[in-house]
């Protein structure tokens, strides 16, 4: 069965500009949620959506947003760019919560 | 405040011996701590959990030992193997009236290498 699909794998904004972030969860899944893993600090809780509701939210700022649809595909948006918010973004879906978490590869943002 | 650590930034294990990973916690409320391992660009996998009700779980070459007394938990690998080489991080669930489910915290990963 086909993984999960995070798109683009790659993106290069300019700091002050938005960008939307895609995933795509494994068929039947209904939980997705959401990491930002940086250099030295592993993989920090962005948010979680379960059938199209945000269940659980990480500490970060309010320019860190995210929806989920009907579908279950999820989006997360992130506005006015700084350069911290260089990142590899995660995606990760699952039936029944994290016992069955199954990661996409990512998306690496750069931020210029 | 980082409620799970893995102090261990990098190990070096040779061919065919134990690797030991560690991780300890602060949150009391966490009841389920899992493991991942992670090749570069790619997305974390999952290998292998542990329930707090528990204080062993084994799965073919690895092991979790969960010390909650302690608040420490490890992964055996035996043997360890070329293609075992990755960043392996541990990630903590806390039960907090099944409002949780889809939040794990993770610590900052160790760095397996294991050379031939």
């Known amino acids: 069965k086909a993984g999960v699909t995070q798109t683009p794998r790659y993106l290069i904004k300019t700091r002050g500009q938005q960008v939307t972030l895609s995933c795509s969860p494994i068929s039947g899944h209904r939980s997705v949620s959401w990491y930002q893993q940086t250099p030295g600090q592993g993989l920090q809780f962005l948010f979680e959506?379960?059938?199209?509701?945000?269940?659980n939210k990480g500490n970060f700022p309010g320019r860190f947003s995210g929806r989920q649809f009907s579908n279950s595909r999820s989006e997360m948006n992130v506005s006015t760019l700084e350069l911290g918010d260089s990142a590899l973004y995660l995606c990760?879906?699952?039936?029944?919560?994290?016992?069955?978490?199954?990661f996409g590869s990512g998306t690496r943002l750069t931020v210029v | 405040d980082q409620q799970v650590k893995q102090n261990s930034p990098s190990l070096s294990v040779q061919e065919g011996r134990i690797s030991i990973l560690n991780c300890d916690y602060t949150n009391s409320m966490f009841d389920y701590f899992l493991w991942y391992k992670k090749y570069p660009a790619e997305g974390p996998t999952f290998l292998i959990s542990i329930s707090s009700i528990k204080d062993k779980n084994e799965d073919g070459r690895f092991t979790v030992f969960l010390n909650k007394s302690a608040k420490h938990l490890s992964l055996h690998i035996v043997p360890s193997q070329p293609g075992d080489s990755a960043v392996y991080f541990c990630?903590?669930?806390?039960?907090?009236?099944?409002?949780?489910?889809?939040?794990?915290?993770f610590g900052q990963g160790t760095i397996l290498t294991v050379h031939p």
């Open positions: 990760a879906s699952s039936l029944l919560g994290p016992r069955g978490y199954t």
């Open positions: 990630a903590a669930r806390a039960n907090a009236g099944g409002t949780s489910y889809g939040k794990l915290t």
């Open positions: 959506y379960f059938s199209e509701t945000q269940r």
